[in-house]
């Protein structure tokens, strides 16, 4: 069964998947879309073979973001775990100049992703080679944003509703944005509120998950 979950500020999403894995007993979970541990809201977990065999389904949909960029500083993860580094800003851009300059993200666009981050190279994730001090050198990729609308504004804190397509990262964005904006800008908090039709108020959490939920899980799997 697929079901949306409720991923708090604090834990990675492996850690959830492992929750999921102890309450329901079965073996075979996973999910789809990896939330930061820094990040909270709508993470699609798969529980039982079947389920996990569809999970790719779930990538290619549809997400939703509530973000709140921190302007005026850089971040080496570029969001707030990270290390900081002030930019001095000249000029503080006002709220035409913002719109301006996120008119310039919205489409298909190349990004280039978080060196702190899940992307494979040589089979291992990006971040860990990242803090055992080796170089990262991570390419472009063609993602989409559908669309960024501005929520709240008074620097050095900006928020933002951001829908893109499959792949794209938020964390990038900000500090993309940063660098058009020549103020430098990170992820302060970053809140998924929608995959496809999955909303935050359709989610459950680990400790809630209802017996019939566990049931139904458990008459697919095959673990």
């Given at each position: 069964m697929?079901v949306p979950?409720?991923?708090p500020?604090?834990p990675?999403s492996?850690?959830?998947?492992?929750?999921?894995k102890?309450?329901?007993?079965?073996k075979?979970v996973?999910?789809?879309?990896t939330l930061?541990?820094?990040?909270s809201?709508?993470l699609?977990?798969?529980?039982?073979r079947?389920s996990?065999?569809?999970?790719?389904?779930?990538?290619?949909?549809?997400?939703e973001?509530?973000?709140?960029?921190?302007?005026g500083?850089e971040?080496i993860?570029d969001?707030?775990?990270?290390?900081?580094?002030k930019?001095?800003?000249?000029?503080?851009?006002n709220e035409?100049?913002?719109?301006k300059?996120?008119?310039?993200?919205?489409?298909?666009?190349?990004?280039?992703?978080?060196?702190?981050?899940a992307?494979k190279l040589g089979?291992?994730e990006?971040?860990?080679?990242?803090r055992?001090?080796e170089?990262?050198n991570?390419?472009k990729?063609q993602v989409?944003?559908?669309?960024i609308?501005i929520?709240?504004y008074?620097?050095?804190?900006?928020k933002?509703k951001v829908?893109?397509?499959?792949g794209?990262?938020?964390?990038?964005?900000a500090?993309?944005?940063g660098?058009?904006?020549k103020?430098g800008g990170y992820v302060?908090e970053l809140?998924r509120?929608?995959?496809?039709?999955?909303?935050?108020?359709d989610?459950l959490?680990v400790?809630?998950?209802?017996?019939?939920?566990?049931?139904r899980?458990?008459?697919?799997s095959q673990?």
């Amino acid at each position: 069964m697929i079901v949306p979950i409720l991923k708090p500020k604090g834990p990675t999403s492996f850690n959830i998947i492992s929750q999921v894995k102890k309450v329901t007993g079965i073996k075979k979970v996973g999910h789809a879309g990896t939330l930061d541990p820094l990040a909270s809201g709508v993470l699609i977990v798969g529980i039982g073979r079947d389920s996990t065999r569809k999970l790719f389904l779930e990538l290619e949909k549809e997400k939703e973001y509530e973000v709140e960029v921190k302007l005026g500083e850089e971040s080496i993860t570029d969001d707030e775990e990270g290390e900081k580094t002030k930019w001095e800003v000249t000029k503080v851009p006002n709220e035409t100049e913002v719109t301006k300059a996120l008119g310039k993200f919205i489409g298909e666009i190349w990004q280039k992703q978080p060196q702190y981050s899940a992307v494979k190279l040589g089979g291992e994730e990006a971040y860990k080679k990242m803090r055992r001090g080796e170089k990262v050198n991570l390419g472009k990729r063609q993602v989409l944003i559908k669309d960024i609308k501005i929520l709240s504004y008074d620097f050095p804190l900006l928020k933002l509703k951001v829908i893109t397509g499959p792949g794209a990262y938020i964390r990038s964005l900000a500090r993309e944005l940063g660098e058009e904006l020549k103020t430098g800008g990170y992820v302060k908090e970053l809140k998924r509120t929608r995959v496809g039709e999955y909303r935050l108020e359709d989610c459950l959490t680990v400790e809630n998950l209802p017996s019939d939920v566990i049931a139904r899980s458990e008459t697919t799997s095959q673990s």
